[in-house]
Nanobody, 122 residues
Framework: QVQLVESGGGSVQAGGSLSLSCAAS????????MVWIRQTPGKEREGVAF???????RYPDSVKGRFTISRDNAKNTLYLQMDNLKDEDTAMYFC????????????????WGQGTQVTVSS
């Protein structure tokens, strides 16, 4: 199994940028489908960036063109670059992983980090 630890959250003004990192240990992260998921109280969890084992990426329309997911297999680390941040991006951000295949729902990701808070103010 893999252990995940996020870092890099914080507060930023609207229009600014933040970069999140997710360090994986205990297993080779490149063997996993990985995702950044955000959650706000009272709202459903939303997968904002997905990357499969081959490096293919997918984003919902809400963040497309503003967020970029990447992974450094040598460092066993997942990243999320967030640009042109908006108030509605405020949330707790989690990285999560599932071995081999990407599941159809964010609820089906097996391994989760503890989360890092991102706060965007205008």
């Amino acid at each position: 199994q893999v252990q995940l630890v996020e870092s890099g959250g914080g507060s930023v003004q609207a229009g600014g940028s933040l970069s999140l990192s997710c360090a994986a240990s205990g297993s080779t992260a490149s063997n996993y489908c990985m995702v950044w998921i955000r959650q706000t109280p009272g709202k459903e969890r939303e997968g904002v960036a997905f990357i499969d084992r081959a490096g293919g990426t997918r984003y919902p329309d809400s963040v497309k063109g503003r967020f970029t997911i990447s992974r450094d297999n040598a460092k066993n680390t997942l990243y999320l670059q967030m640009d042109n941040l908006k108030d509605e991006d405020t949330a707790m951000y989690f990285c999560a992983a599932k071995f081999y295949y990407c599941p159809g729902s964010v609820q089906d990701f097996v391994y989760w980090g503890q989360g890092t808070q991102v706060t965007v103010s205008s």
